[in-house]
């Protein structure tokens, strides 16, 4: 590839991100893009204009590069919003996991991994199973139908299990999923985003110093404590921790609980498959984070100094966003992309990113996904979608994909 074709594909004047027209198929302007050129530049909300990577291979390699960097408070970081309050919050905040580099991303990121461990998150299966179960009987129970499923089970379990893991009331479920939309909403108002940060800000806070003086058996007690006892507790950088570890910890698995159970649906021989061997859920997972790789806005980077990449200089100072979805569809590495194949065993996608800042709760969302989908078909056999796909609200306008509703019936 030469800078001469970059240049022709940066005429065509794409802009970042492009709604998804169909839960089952990744844009067009997509498939051009990556077909032209891998790395080309492209306009984000906002009006900046950054390198897009529309390769799985050139996508890794970012991801991989020290030399790009997370750091949300640095020039050049691509943040698409066009909401300015946005980037004063990551300049004056102390920063998450997710906005670190290097030594401090990997000291911070080693204080929590013990808790996300394959052993660790094992040990919870009996009780994501219980939880599943519940829901399912009361989902079963209900007096009418359809039954909305992302309130009967897509949003309850996740939020359930990460509440019980962090030690946050359930009761206080609402509030935090209210403004947890309100940030990944693309086309919130000025200020709002910024009115729902400090909103769940203050909320940790008080849980936070609540813990202090009163710890319990859960993950945030047992940060404080470790970190009182080393002398590096910080009430700021620990409400930072507990903020992204609750809105990612059930934001992102509710909607991949909504869209795995449409995809299954929409494909009645790949559920067959599952619901006939269930040690097949593993490798239907997977597919199923490929298909739809909700999640794209975490792969941003800026470069801290000029890096060659597949023929494109990219200068220091400049912004780069890995299309998770684009790389996840990308025929040279998954043939027939846009075929729903559990048996393809497509686990070197990246919805989960890749490299040092891969998602520490992977461990813990897949195991809730296999749970799900194995308890809900095994015991609601005749389960089916109570709407055509084209009538299901899915998020078009926010940053993470899914359903606002999904109706089904059986």
């Known amino acids: 590839m030469t800078e001469a074709v970059v240049e022709r594909v940066e005429q065509q004047g794409t802009e970042y991100p492009v709604d998804r027209r169909c839960p089952f ?54 943040i698409p919003s066009t909401d300015q309050s946005i980037r004063e919050r990551f300049r004056t905040q102390p920063p998450s996991m997710i906005s670190m580099d290097g030594a401090e991303h990997a000291t911070a990121r080693r204080a929590v991994i013990a808790e996300f461990t394959v052993k660790r998150v094992a040990a919870l299966r009996p009780r994501i199973q219980q939880i599943v179960d519940g829901c399912v009987d009361d989902l079963l129970a209900a007096p ?57 800000r203050d909320y940790l806070g008080t849980l936070i110093d609540r813990k202090v003086d009163e710890p319990g058996d859960d993950l945030f007690s047992r940060q404080i404590a470790a970190r009182t006892a080393d002398g590096t507790f910080d009430r700021g950088a620990m409400v930072s921790l507990a903020f992204l570890l609750l809105v990612a910890g059930h934001e992102t698995t509710a909607n991949m609980i909504s869209l795995g159970v449409v995809g299954l649906l929409d494909n009645p021989d790949q559920l067959a498959l599952v619901t006939a061997d269930p040690t097949k859920l593993p490798l239907a997972v997977e597919e199923l984070l490929r298909y739809f790789t909700i999640v794209e806005s975490v792969t941003a980077r800026v470069a801290t100094e000029d890096v060659e990449l597949a023929g494109v200089t990219i200068r220091a100072g400049e912004g780069i966003i890995v299309s998770g979805l684009s790389a996840d569809w990308d025929p040279a590495v998954f043939p027939d992309p846009d075929r729903l194949d559990v048996q393809r065993g497509a686990r070197h996608h990246i919805a989960f990113g890749f490299g040092p800042h891969q998602c520490l709760g992977q461990n813990l969302a897949r195991l809730e996904l296999e749970i799900v989908f194995e308890t809900l078909f095994r015991r609601i056999p005749t389960l089916r979608l109570a709407a055509p796909v084209d009538d299901i609200p899915f998020k078009t306008d926010a940053g993470i994909y899914g359903a606002y509703e999904l109706p089904v019936t059986w």
């Open 144 to 200: 009418g139908q359809p039954v909305d499923l992302v309130r009967a089970l897509s949003l309850p379990v996740p939020s359930l299990v990460i509440c019980e893991l962090l030690g946050v009331p359930y009761a206080d479920h609402d509030f935090f999923q209210e403004h947890t939309s309100v940030l990944v909403r693309r086309n919130a108002a000025p200020g709002e985003r910024a009115a729902a940060v400090d909103a769940l």
């Open 25 to 78: 198929s990744a844009p067009a302007e997509y498939t051009e893009r990556r077909e032209q050129a891998p790395i080309s530049r492209v306009r984000i909300t906002g009006g900046d204009e950054v390198w897009w990577v529309s390769g799985h291979r050139e996508g890794r390699a970012v991801l991989a590069d020290k030399r790009f960097s997370s750091d949300r408070r640095l020039d050049g970081f691509p």
